[in-house]
């Protein structure tokens, strides 16, 4: 093997050894489960064997979507960012762009095939079904290369990566999708496919070349005349009345125009679908239901660029000094952020509250919209609808800031296992949810323990989230980070939105078959508080290491 690409092999096995000892656990789990479960007693129905099929399906998408990340370099790259997602460290290397092209992606090539394979021969499938073996795996290879190639490309304006990499590779699955519902056979497959290979490599040496030779297209300047007509208008003063200020004014232009502006970009493509499903309400619903989960979804690809202390620090996980020497104290830093993603929220909301009305009114399906609106007024009632919806509302709202902020108290660490280690634990947690929820769907025993043991489950997270917030609240005294008038109103506005929260749980679900203990339990686990309230912390001890 060639000197570099040794280089670039210990890059990719040192970084992320932790991760391929989980690979190897979960193909270890399947191995095991094929030697317990023959596949003959499984059949390709709505019993326990299609639901099993589903659970292996669900640890393969999660490992697919890491392997996906680590050879593309997304757990250190912005992915809406202008700049290349390639890692900066590897342009040190004395060695070609075409190394430093071809070696990742065959790497990546390799991993991608031995994952759908190894799962194609250890885990277990309903018999009956007629599963292919190359065309998927080659799927898999040309979804890399092409996912590669696009985040590896630097562009002209943030956010643009991740609209074209969507729309090329929600392309490349509608063809996936269209071979499996049509049986298409595995010539007709590796014909399509096998060309998207050399492509996306071309593609691929192009973007590499540009990034290390520091090539980043700026496009701002075609709103350059919008910004001289702002310039004219009157402003009102030239300055900042505090540090905190300009900090809420400094993330903004950082990182808060992001969230909006990829939900602008990707939520017309989605709500165009509409004008299609004009005589299916069952799709009207399902494109709606799309568009609401999109800020959450945007914001969790951008979360990890917020807790970043500065994007052009895209190797390291400590705070430079430009940050670390500002006049502000750590909360401050961190209170900025949290201000920053609660307008960068609302924004992306305002956007599809105002979308949503007229692309239904536009395509013709708001009668829809209105008639199922009517059926939950017969059934329940107009007050409990309208909180039903607003409920559900708010609910995406909260999900979307919590997403944006949720992963400060990891990111601001400055400690990279800290990082590393919660993706591993992430990954691992998905890994086996399938597999325990097809134990607990399986054993009626099970989910009448469960059932019975509830109260004691949240009381018990109840217990470790309050524990946790009250060793982190006596932490940020004893550093000084948060003043007692501080901690006390925080505490006071937390306590406010669970009494809040619970009192419409209480009047929503009024009926003596749930006790209004567990509605209480439910609203104390559902208000953020432990995480972050340890993102001060996290910030000073990354800070003043």
Request: hydrophobic share 60%.
């Amino acid at each position: 093997m060639p000197s570099a690409a040794r280089a670039i092999a210990w890059e990719f096995r040192q970084r992320h050894r932790w991760g391929l000892v989980a690979l190897a656990g979960y193909f270890l789990v399947l191995a095991t489960i094929k030697l317990l479960i023959p596949e003959s007693s499984l059949t390709f129905n709505m019993d326990s064997g299609e639901r099993f099929a589903v659970v292996v399906m669900v640890p393969l998408t999660v490992t697919f979507l890491y392997v996906l990340t680590v050879f593309t370099f997304g757990l250190s790259g912005d992915v809406a960012g202008r700049q290349s997602m390639y890692a900066t460290r590897m342009f040190t290397l004395p060695v070609s762009t075409t190394a430093l092209t071809l070696w990742p992606m065959l790497f990546g090539a390799v991993a991608m095939a031995i994952l759908w394979l190894a799962t194609r021969v250890l885990a277990v499938w309903p018999s009956g079904f007629d599963i292919p073996v190359i065309w998927p795996a080659l799927a898999a290879v040309s979804l890399l290369a092409w996912t590669q190639a696009l985040t590896w490309m630097p562009y002209g304006l943030p956010g643009i990566r991740l609209i074209v990499a969507v729309l090329c590779l929600a392309a490349l699955e509608t063809v996936v999708l269209l071979a499996i519902h049509f049986k298409a056979g595995e010539p007709t497959m590796v014909a399509i496919l096998a060309p998207q290979v050399p492509l996306a490599y071309l593609v691929a040496r192009f973007a590499v070349a540009r990034a290390r030779r520091g090539e980043v297209p700026d496009w701002r300047g075609m709103f350059a005349r919008s910004g001289e007509i702002t310039n004219v208008l009157p402003r009102p003063r030239d300055h900042f009345a505090s540090p905190g200020r300009a900090q809420v004014w400094f993330e903004w232009r950082r990182h808060g125009r992001s969230l909006p502006a990829l939900v602008a970009l990707l939520l017309p493509f989605e709500l165009a679908l509409l004008w299609l499903a004009k005589d299916a309400p069952a799709f009207v619903f399902e494109i709606l239901f799309l568009a609401l989960i999109t800020p959450p979804f945007m914001a969790a690809c951008t979360a990890w660029t917020v807790s970043q202390p500065t994007p052009q620090v895209r190797d390291s996980y400590g705070v430079p000094p430009f940050i670390a020497t500002r006049p502000l104290t750590s909360a401050e830093l961190i209170a900025a952020k949290l201000k920053m993603a609660m307008w960068s929220t609302l924004a992306a909301w305002l956007v599809v509250l105002v979308a949503m009305p007229l692309a239904l009114e536009w395509s013709g399906t708001w009668s829809v919209v209105t008639e199922r609106a009517r059926r939950m007024h017969d059934a329940i009632g107009t007050p409990r609808a309208a909180t039903v919806v607003l409920l559900i509302l708010a609910g995406f709202i909260v999900a979307t800031w919590k997403q944006l902020v949720q992963s400060l108290h990891i990111g601001l660490s400055g400690r990279e296992w800290i990082v590393k280690g919660s993706v591993l634990l992430t990954l691992t947690l998905l890994i086996l949810l399938g597999p325990i929820v097809e134990w607990i769907i399986d054993s009626p025993s099970v989910q009448r323990a469960l059932w019975n043991a509830l109260p004691l489950i949240l009381a018990g997270l109840v217990g470790l989230k309050v524990s946790a917030a009250a060793w982190i609240a006596t932490r940020l005294d004893r550093s000084r980070l948060l003043g007692d008038r501080a901690l006390v109103l925080g505490a006071a506005c937390w306590l406010v939105a669970v009494l809040a929260l619970y009192g419409v749980l209480v009047w929503f679900f009024s009926t003596p078959f749930v006790a209004h203990y567990l509605l209480a339990l439910i609203a104390i686990l559902a208000v953020p508080l432990a995480r972050i309230s340890a993102a001060p912390l996290a910030l000073a001890w990354n800070r003043h290491r």
